[in-house]
T-cell receptor, first 114, second 113 residues
Framework: ETGVTQTPRHLVMGMTNKKSLKCEQHLGHNAMYWYKQSAKKPLELMFV???????ENNSVPSRFSPECPNSSHLFLHLHTLQPEDSALYLCASSRGGTSTGELFFGEGSRLTVL | QQQVKQSPQSLIVQKGGISIINCAYENTAFDYFPWYQQFPGKGPALLIA?????SEKKEGRFTISFNKSAKQFSLHIMDSQPGDSATYFC????????????FGTGTRLQVTL
């Protein structure tokens, strides 16, 4: 148990569906991240939030829409996805601010786009 | 452009042997180099990390060797055990950023009996 919980663990959706991934951290951290993990590729940073403010958008297509209502919760809203978006989506948190901190990852949401 | 190159892609080591995974980088602004371990069905977890002002860091059976001039660093797992079978990712952080990491492609390690 890392203190970062992701739901759902598995999601299958059609290209026209709208769904959301949820992440919650119980570590008192102030920074939260979305990463995409595909086979044989490096983990790809998608978004970073520091103290609820988005500080990084790594050229992610607009069909992925993040939301961070508070420092403990992070969402990734999905719509009109493509089959190549099928991957494991990992949420992570860290202390945030300017401190170099360890990333604590959740177990991921496995997304399949049909 | 892949900023952190990791090799090998997969590795099979006998129990009790030494596992060695290598990473190379180009960006001289990197100032923090962690290794993450990921078991199937789990997220990556920090294993060990090093800063470029030291050449080696050891924690139990795990050692990072760092060569600043060659811009390379490696993970050595001594006395490898079946429980070490996992995917290992090297990563690097750019100075001036907090925890924004650039990851390698990962090495799948299998330790056989």
């Amino acid at each position: 148990e890392t203190g970062v919980t992701q739901t759902p663990r598995h999601l299958v959706m059609g290209m026209t569906n709208k769904k959301s991934l949820k992440c919650e951290q119980h570590l008192g951290h102030n920074a939260m991240y979305w990463y995409k993990q595909s086979a044989k590729k490096p983990l790809e940073l998608m978004f970073v939030y520091n103290f609820k403010e988005q500080t990084e958008n790594n050229s992610v297509p607009s069909r992925f829409s993040p939301e961070c209502p508070n420092s403990s919760h992070l969402f990734l809203h999905l719509h009109t996805l493509q089959p190549e978006d099928s991957a494991l989506y990992l949420c992570a948190s860290s202390r945030g601010g300017t401190s170099t901190g360890e990333l604590f990852f959740g177990e991921g949401s496995r997304l399949t786009v049909l | 452009q892949q900023q952190v190159k990791q090799s090998p892609q997969s590795l099979i080591v006998q129990k009790g042997g030494i596992s060695i995974i290598n990473c190379a980088y180009e960006n001289t602004a990197f100032d923090y180099f962690p290794w993450y371990q990921q078991f199937p069905g789990k997220g990556p977890a920090l294993l060990i990390a090093i800063r470029p002002d030291v050449s080696e860091k050891k924690e139990g059976r795990f050692t990072i060797s760092f060569n600043k001039s060659a811009k390379q660093f490696s993970l050595h797992i001594m006395d490898s055990q079946p429980g070490d079978s996992a995917t290992y990712f090297c990563a690097a952080k750019e100075a001036g950023t907090a925890s924004k990491l650039t990851f390698g492609t990962g090495t799948r390690l299998q330790v056989t009996l």
